[in-house]
């Protein structure tokens, strides 16, 4: 048995840290003495810490590694590495494209000397937005959950026999946007108006296309609200996005298409 500064010392974390585990269930000392309040860890209790720390690496949160620690089916804690995995491999293709992104925004800048060019390249035209009819899901979300939601709109694609047209979007009704909470709806077209939730009728709109990996996306929205103020139109309804190529199509983030639209009207 080991006091706790001798198991911090063992397992390279701090005292804080064990009491911090030792609080919210993470890893409880395996004795307690009763007169003195001390903490006394078992040698086998290192490699559960070694676990937790290797967890952290893979970058799960405390709540997530709580829950592998009380699994005990080999599947379900692979399906779980697994989808951190996947997680992992997102952010470092999110992580290259930036590192892309900022070689050009230096190269351009050093040219040029406008730090600001790379918002000049958007070309936005007035037309009609397509007509869709769409199986729909709209909730207060995070931009990070689409995923899962598009996923509930695929499995109903298949249990439904309907046929998508391709055509894959999102439509933000918050009149402010919240990264990790708004008012979103998700959709994909389909061709069965029977099966479709809704139809969203073909209206007037402020166009443009981002070119690139979605954490720049703000620019086109940016490009486009600007247009819209030196045409002399105003906005006419919840801006939306259709992904015309993406990480659907097995491309890298620099490929990627995003057609952005806002409905207008003129003053």
């Known amino acids: 048995m080991f006091q706790i500064g001798a198991f911090s010392k063992i397992c390279h974390v701090s005292v804080k840290t064990l009491r911090h585990y030792d609080k919210?269930?993470?890893?409880?000392?395996?004795?307690?003495d009763r007169m003195t309040g001390y903490r006394y860890y078992k040698a086998q209790q290192a490699d559960t810490m070694n676990y937790i720390q290797r967890l952290k690496r893979y970058g799960f949160s405390l709540e997530e590694i709580q829950t592998l620690l009380t699994l005990s089916d080999n599947q379900e804690i692979s399906r779980h590495l697994r989808q951190q995995k996947e997680?992992?491999?997102?952010?470092?293709?999110?992580?290259?494209?930036?590192?892309k992104e900022l070689q050009a925004h230096i190269a351009v800048f050093e040219r040029t000397g406008d730090v600001m060019t790379?918002?000049?390249?958007?070309?936005?035209?007035?037309?009609?937005?397509?007509?869709?009819?769409?199986?729909?899901?709209?909730?207060?979300?995070g931009v990070d959950e689409f995923g899962k939601y598009y996923g509930v709109l695929f499995?109903?694609?298949?249990?439904e026999k309907a046929t998508p047209t391709g055509q894959i979007g999102a439509r933000y009704h918050d009149e402010e946007f919240h990264h990790?909470?708004?008012?979103?709806?998700?959709?994909?077209?389909?061709?069965?108006?029977?099966?479709?939730?809704?139809?969203?009728?073909?209206?007037?709109?402020a166009r443009t296309v981002h070119r690139g990996g979605?954490?720049?996306?703000?620019?086109a929205y940016s490009a486009v609200a600007g247009w819209?103020?030196?045409?002399?139109?105003?906005?006419?309804?919840?801006?939306?996005?259709l992904y015309m190529r993406s990480r659907m199509d097995a491309l890298p983030p620099e490929q990627w298409e995003t057609e952005v639209y806002f409905p207008v009207c003129r003053k």
């Open 24 to 32: 919210i269930g993470l890893l409880a000392p395996a004795e307690v």
């Open 87 to 99: 997680r992992l491999q997102r952010r470092q293709q999110e992580t290259d494209s930036i590192l």
């Open 118 to 141: 790379y918002q000049k390249g958007y070309v936005v035209e007035v037309g009609t937005s397509p007509a869709m009819q769409v199986l729909a899901n709209r909730t207060r979300m």
């Open 155 to 159: 499995e109903r694609i298949s249990r």
């Open 180 to 205: 990790d909470s708004s008012d979103i709806e998700v959709f994909v077209g389909i061709r069965e108006a029977d099966k479709a939730d809704a139809v969203l009728e073909s209206c007037e709109c």
């Open 214 to 219: 979605y954490s720049t996306l703000s620019e």
């Open 228 to 241: 819209i103020v030196e045409q002399g139109y105003e906005m006419a309804g919840a801006p939306f996005e």
